[in-house]
C-alpha cells in the first residue's frame, strides 16, 4: 500500500526555524510537493522535489532524499500567519498525474 | 494571477439527492482533478481527467460520481444519490500540461453538507 506520514502536530515561536518531516513509502515516485493549508481553505502549493538535495524558496526550503524515502520541509523566521497545516503529497509515476497526500502536520506558531 | 474557480462555496442537500459540483480551471491548462476532504481528514483523491476522458480514479469514485466538461471552461463533478458520509469539502484543482514537475492548482473548494 502506499503510505505517507506526518507528525500530526508541532509547536514553534515566532521568529524561530521548525523543520516538518516526511517519509513515505509508495509503489512509485516521481515527486514530492509540499502544500499549505489554512483552516477552511485550499492547499497552495510551497515547494517541489524530485531529485535529491535541497531546494530554497525564500524563507521555505524543502529537502528530499529518495533513498531513505524522506522529506522535509523547513520554515526559518516563522510568522504568525505561518500557523496552517503543511501537507506532503507524492506524485507516483511518470504515467500519473495525481497526487497523493499525507495527513498533514498542524504547526502552531506561538508569540 | 489566474486561479481556479468554484461553485457554489457551500450547498446542502438532502440524502438520495443528485448534486452537481462545478468548477472553471486555470485556461491552459489541461489536467484536471477533483479531490474531498473530510472535516479534520487528509485529502483525498477521487479522479483526474485529461484529454475529455478519466485518466485516474480512485475507489472512493465509485458508481455514484461521474465527471464531464461540457464545454471548453468548465469542469463538473455530479454525485448521483448522496448519502450522509459525502459531506466534505470538495476541492477542484488543476495543472498544466508538460513535465510531472507541474503543481497542481487547488480551488477554495465547495462545502457540501448531507443532511
Known amino acids: 500500500g502506499q503510505n505517507i506520514d506526518q507528525p500530526t502536530e508541532m509547536t514553534a515561536t515566532e521568529g524561530a526555524i521548525v523543520q516538518i518531516n516526511c517519509t513515505y513509502q509508495?509503489?512509485?515516485?516521481?515527486?514530492l510537493f509540499w502544500y499549505q493549508q489554512h483552516a477552511g481553505e485550499a492547499p497552495t502549493f510551497l515547494s517541489y522535489?524530485?531529485?535529491?538535495g535541497l531546494e530554497e524558496k525564500g524563507r521555505f526550503s524543502s529537502f528530499l532524499s529518495r533513498s531513505k524515502g524522506y522529506s522535509y520541509l523547513l520554515l526559518k523566521e516563522l510568522q504568525m500567519k505561518d500557523s496552517a497545516s503543511y501537507l506532503c503529497?507524492?506524485?507516483?509515476?511518470?504515467?500519473?498525474?495525481?497526487?497523493?497526500f499525507g495527513s498533514g502536520t498542524r504547526l502552531q506558531v506561538q508569540p | 494571477e489566474p486561479e481556479v474557480t468554484q461553485t457554489p462555496s457551500h450547498q446542502v442537500t438532502q440524502m438520495g439527492q443528485e448534486v452537481i459540483l462545478r468548477c472553471v480551471p486555470i485556461?491552459?491548462?489541461?489536467?484536471f482533478y477533483w479531490y474531498r476532504q473530510i472535516l479534520g481528514q487528509k485529502v483525498e483523491f477521487l479522479v483526474s481527467?485529461?484529454?475529455?476522458?478519466?485518466?485516474?480514479k480512485s475507489e472512493i469514485f465509485d458508481d455514484q460520481f461521474s465527471v464531464e466538461r461540457p464545454d471548453g471552461s468548465n469542469f463538473t463533478l455530479k454525485i448521483r444519490s448522496t448519502k450522509l458520509e459525502d459531506s466534505a469539502m470538495y476541492f477542484c484543482?488543476?495543472?498544466?500540461?508538460?513535465?510531472?514537475?507541474?503543481?497542481?492548482?487547488f480551488g477554495n473548494g465547495t462545502r457540501l453538507t448531507v443532511t
Open positions: 484543482a488543476s495543472s498544466e500540461p508538460g513535465t510531472g514537475q507541474s503543481p497542481l492548482h
Open positions: 509508495t509503489s512509485g515516485f516521481n515527486g
Open positions: 522535489n524530485v531529485l535529491d
Open positions: 503529497a507524492v506524485r507516483m509515476d511518470t504515467g500519473r498525474r495525481a497526487l497523493t
Open positions: 485556461s491552459n491548462h489541461l489536467y
Open positions: 481527467f485529461y484529454n475529455n476522458e478519466i485518466s485516474e
